[in-house]
């Protein structure tokens, strides 16, 4: 059995390449960069980094940084960096073609996001219709263009 990668605390890490999508490639392949597990950035960093990611078509990396915010930050912006975090993990299901997964991603960013206060720029709003729109658009059976799992964070 593989001993898994550890940080300092004991906590597991998985240190296998990933490619794009962020799907785990065999031990020694070669992937795309990853975020760093320590990854700290200020608010307005985090979602310029993501957004960059986002619009890479890197949806699960952008959750990473989300994901980080979400962790580095305080307790009172936790449903907004979790929303927003769960919302790239659906979009990350849509890419993947995980149409299960991505409806329940959807709903429960849509949820966080609901009850999050709206900072940083965030369209909190935006962000909500976005959610419900990209859930319709799946019960459809449509297939899902690229350029529609590229949502704004920040309004402009």
Do not use: C
Not at 19 to 27: E, F, V
């Amino acid at each position: 059995m593989d001993e898994r990668d550890r940080d300092e605390a004991g906590r597991p890490r998985n240190s296998r390449p990933r490619d794009a999508l962020g799907r785990p490639l065999p031990p020694g392949s070669e992937g795309v960069a990853r975020i760093p597990d320590d990854l700290h950035l200020p608010p307005d960093e985090s979602l310029a980094y993501a957004q960059q990611l986002l619009d890479a078509g890197r949806a699960f990396h952008a959750h990473e940084v989300l994901e980080a915010a979400w962790k580095d930050g305080p307790d009172d912006e936790r449903p907004l960096w979790q929303g927003l975090a769960q919302l790239m993990v659906g979009v990350t299901h849509v890419q993947r073609g995980n149409v299960g997964g991505a409806r329940a991603l959807l709903r429960r960013a849509r949820a966080g996001l609901t009850v999050a206060p709206v900072r940083y720029g965030v369209d909190v709003p935006g962000l909500i219709d976005y959610a419900d729109a990209l859930e319709g658009e799946l019960d459809t059976g449509r297939e899902i263009p690229a350029d529609r799992l590229r949502p704004t964070l920040v309004v402009p």
